[in-house]
Each structure stands twice: as structure tokens, then as C-alpha cells.
């Protein structure tokens, strides 16, 4: 009985594991954006500083990556709102 149980359900535990890995490598996919959009965030205040570009400049390209990295903390709906992940981004003005 428990054999013809595993063969009927074998599709249905197929699919399962496709889904489940899906959905990892999606998860992984989006954690690897967020790093790479601080990277980029890093590679900005540098540039400021050494003055490669202008204050309005770096507003601009400062916005636009912190509205896709909060949009990338919102879809994943605060299931890890730890202190320690949140990014605090601490400007001076000149």
C-alpha cells in the first residue's frame, strides 16, 4: 500500500521541490541586489567626496537606489527586521 502511495505521489513531491527551489534562487537573486545597490550607494559617497560629481548629481542617483532598495525591504515584507540589517545612511552636508 505505502508503494503505490510514494509512486502516486512522486509528481506532486517533483513539483514541490521545483517550487521550493524557485523560489530559493529567487530569495538569493533579490539579497544579492540589495548588496550590490549598497556597493553602488558606497561607490556614490566616494565619488562625492572626491568630487567626480555634483551635490545634485549625487541626490538624484541617491534617491533612485534608495527607493529600489526599499522597495526590495517592502516585498520581502519584514520577515528579518533586525537592527543590525537595516542600513542607516548618514550624510554630511557641506
Do not use: C
Not at 37 to 42: E, G, M, P, R
Not at 49 to 71: N, Y
Request: proline share 1%; charged share 40%.
Amino acid at each position: 500500500m505505502f508503494l503505490i502511495d510514494d509512486i502516486l505521489l512522486a509528481p506532486a513531491r517533483g513539483l514541490l521541490w521545483v517550487f521550493k527551489e524557485i523560489h530559493r534562487a529567487a530569495e538569493e537573486e533579490q539579497a544579492n541586489e540589495a548588496d550590490a545597490i549598497t556597493a553602488k550607494l558606497s561607490e556614490l559617497y566616494m565619488m562625492l567626496e572626491t568630487g567626480q560629481m555634483t551635490e545634485a548629481e549625487f541626490d538624484a542617483a541617491e534617491k533612485a537606489l534608495l527607493d529600489r532598495l526599499d522597495a526590495i525591504k517592502e516585498r520581502e515584507g519584514g520577515e528579518e527586521e533586525d537592527d543590525e540589517d537595516e542600513m542607516v545612511v548618514i550624510r554630511k552636508r557641506r
